[in-house]
Nanobody
Framework: QLQLVESGGGLVQPGGSLRLSCAGS????????IGWFRQAPGKEHEGVSC????????YYADSVKGRFTIFRDSAKNSVYLQMNSLKPEDTAVYYC?????????WGQGTQVTVSS
């Protein structure tokens, strides 16, 4: 069964950091491009970052460029999103996503709340 599980969300003050994890099962994440998306209440689904395969080239939305970093850990079959200098507008549910041979796989999401 193809599955993604996100973790690492929480409540953080503005300027703080969080690291989100996206763990895969049923397939090898290194073989596929992995994307992070987010959705805030009342806002559209937004692409945040993705990492290509096999060269690992990253992409970042302008809103997070310079603050977020996406990277892989092959040994853990996981992709991470390091989020620094968090802002209140980063508050959202964050999801990871992969297309595995036509199967569009999403995790359950992890809530990130940036508030003082």
């Amino acid at each position: 069964q193809l599955q993604l599980v996100e973790s690492g969300g929480g409540l953080v003050q503005p300027g703080g950091s969080l690291r989100l994890s996206c763990a895969g099962s049923g397939f090898t994440l290194d073989n596929y491009a992995i994307g992070w998306f987010r959705q805030a209440p009342g806002k559209e689904h937004e692409g945040v970052s993705c990492i290509d395969s096999p060269d690992g080239d990253p992409y970042y939305a302008d809103s997070v460029k310079g603050r977020f970093t996406i990277f892989r850990d092959s040994a853990k079959n996981s992709v991470y999103l390091q989020m620094n200098s968090l802002k209140p507008e980063d508050t959202a549910v964050y999801y990871c996503n992969v297309d595995v041979l036509g199967n569009d796989v999403w995790g359950q999401g992890t809530q990130v709340t940036v508030s003082s």
